[in-house]
């Protein structure tokens, strides 16, 4: 019975120690040697049929960098400078030269996002709803790629907390407010996926950015 | 002894659970930011002066709980209040906005030259 307990604990502990194991180190030498303060998210690219995907997804980004210890600039400010320069599309935007996004925000870094699932599919038996998107950084003045990331999240996941750390809850807990008051399942999961792609936490995610390093030293 | 051995394991689990989790808490407060900006999205962004009541609700939640506004959000509100026409408090966000990242320096003097100067 006492060696069916060890056994018991020894299984679980092993359980443990595994999901803590990063799989193949990302290769962090150029960001670190940028070492951006800000991140100017650019409105996300959608390559779905839903068109609320793009800000859906953007309105999810601001948690997960700032906490990881950005800069980030307001979406809904960035989104409306580019309006007022005539751009509304995102692919337009997307394929602007750095240095005349970098003339109006001048920012250490810039992110192209790509949201390349978004929706519900329904099946026999389930619904899943799934966002999966992609983001890469570059530096913003070399241009240089300093980071590239992918995440999903499905509803038919069990709500466990994988990938995002602390940030991850955080994003779930604000979601899960607004929630109840509108029925739109999508933009709940787009949370989870940004949670997962941009926190500092998830594996081979984001590096801590300058204001939570000097966070965790006090 | 089986429930020492036990509480052995259990706090071995909790400990290394407790090595995944990062320790510190959120930088910032941030209420309910998220998805007021999305429904404000999803009603069209026209309907300003209930945008300006959700920003400045969060401010003061913040301040009342001793905690930092995330970044963009003094410059978020600013921008509203430019575009409703109030434009000395509009001014008056993005300086606090500057003051507190240094990092949107470039972008807010961008925005106080792009708004035309209007005389009072």
Not at chain 1, 1 to 10: A, E, F, T, V
Not at chain 1, 132 to 152: C, E, N, P, Y
Not at chain 1, 177 to 186: E, G, I, L, P, Y
Not at chain 2, 96 to 106: A, D, T, Y
Request: proline share 6%; hydrophobic share 40%; glycine share 8%.
């Amino acid at each position: 019975m006492r060696l069916s307990i060890k056994l018991g604990g020894l299984v679980l502990l092993s359980a443990l120690l595994t999901g803590c194991v990063t799989t193949t180190p990302y290769d962090y030498n150029a960001f670190r040697a940028s070492n951006p303060r800000s991140i100017l998210v650019l409105p996300p690219v959608n390559q779905t049929l839903d068109v609320s995907a793009s800000y859906s997804f953007f309105t999810h980004v601001s948690v997960p960098l700032a906490e990881s210890g950005y800069y980030v600039f307001p979406v809904a400010v960035v989104e409306e400078t580019f309006r007022e320069n005539g751009m509304t599309d995102p692919n337009d935007i997307h394929a602007l030269p750095l240095e005349r996004i970098n003339e109006v925000f001048g920012a250490d870094s810039v992110m192209y996002i790509k949201i390349t699932q978004y929706g519900t599919s329904y099946q026999l038996l389930v619904s899943d709803t799934r966002v999966t998107a992609d983001a890469t950084l570059v530096d913003g003045r070399t241009g240089d790629l300093l980071w590239k990331g992918q995440a999903t999240a499905s509803s038919t996941e069990q709500s466990n907390n994988n990938g995002g750390g602390l940030v991850g809850m955080l994003v779930v807990a604000l979601v899960e407010q607004v929630v109840n008051s509108t029925t739109d399942r999508s933009y709940q999961i787009a949370g989870m996926t940004s949670g997962r792609l941009l926190s500092s936490g998830a594996v081979n995610g984001v590096l801590p950015g300058p204001r939570l390093r000097s966070q965790q030293r006090q | 002894m089986k429930s020492i051995l036990l509480k052995g394991v259990l706090v071995g689990c909790v400990c290394l659970l407790g090595a995944c989790a990062p320790v510190s808490p959120p930088l910032y407060y941030w209420g309910n930011y998220q998805p007021a900006l999305y429904q404000h999205h999803q009603n069209g962004v026209t309907n300003y002066d209930s945008q300006i009541s959700a920003m400045e609700a969060i401010v003061a939640r913040a301040q009342a709980q001793g905690q930092s506004v995330p970044p963009g959000l003094h410059a978020h509100l600013g921008m509203l209040y430019f575009n409703t026409g109030r434009e000395p408090e509009a001014r008056e966000q993005f300086a606090v906005e500057k003051q507190l990242f240094p990092e949107s320096g470039h972008f807010v003097d961008y925005v106080m030259k792009a708004q035309p100067e209007t005389s009072l």
